[in-house]
């Protein structure tokens, strides 16, 4: 899509940032308090049955959308993924920005009617605020053993949805200065 689509069509510009998260039944070790001398003993586990969590966030205002349960990350999800996405702002400019995953390469996204994409540099995870928000919903699972997938993926939608809620929380968690700064400097 070209950037210049945009320029006299009189909607508003809504900008986002999106990336995944994979999620399983292997244990999410983290960090814990024993007492001083102590070696902290944690159940663990070792199983292989994971999904995705799709999540688009919107650091200026706040909002976010999310897709869970996702079998495979690849460009099929991701188009899905967007038209839900788009269909949330029917009359507004969706601009995505996304890492250079191979599953975001496909010219079949850029198809989408009333979205822009803009791709991060290769290898540069902290430039995507995304991260920062899965980095919060990693903590809810750490060092839990889930059963089941469904478990899991109980613990992440309450996660989500509580942050989701908190507009305030959001844009203090995923606003950074720059992408502040490089906004106003384009209005």
Not at 47 to 59: C, E, H, K, T
Not at 157 to 185: D, F, H, P, R
Request: charged share 25%; proline share 4%.
């Amino acid at each position: 899509m070209k950037e210049t689509e945009f320029k006299n069509d009189n909607k508003s510009i809504i900008l986002y940032f999106l990336d995944e998260m994979r999620y399983g039944l292997m244990t999410n070790v983290r960090r814990s308090w024993s007492r001083v001398g102590e070696r902290a003993v944690l159940r663990h586990q070792q199983a292989f049955a994971n999904r995705y969590l799709f999540s688009a966030v919107a650091p200026l205002i706040g909002k976010s959308f999310h897709l869970m349960g996702i079998d495979e990350m690849d460009t099929e999800a991701e188009v899905v993924f967007l038209r839900e996405l788009k269909k949330q702002h029917p009359n507004e400019n969706v601009v995505l920005v996304w890492d250079n995953a191979p599953c975001h390469r496909s010219k079949r996204l850029r198809e989408i009617p009333g979205l822009a994409i803009i791709q991060l540099p290769s290898y540069s995870p902290k430039l995507n605020p995304t991260e920062r928000f899965f980095e919060e919903i990693r903590r809810s699972t750490a060092n839990v053993v889930f059963e089941e997938i469904s478990g899991i993926e109980t613990q992440i939608t309450t996660a989500v949805n509580s942050w989701s809620e908190n507009l305030e929380a959001m844009k203090q968690l995923l606003g950074y200065g720059w992408i502040k700064e490089q906004c106003l400097g384009v209005v």
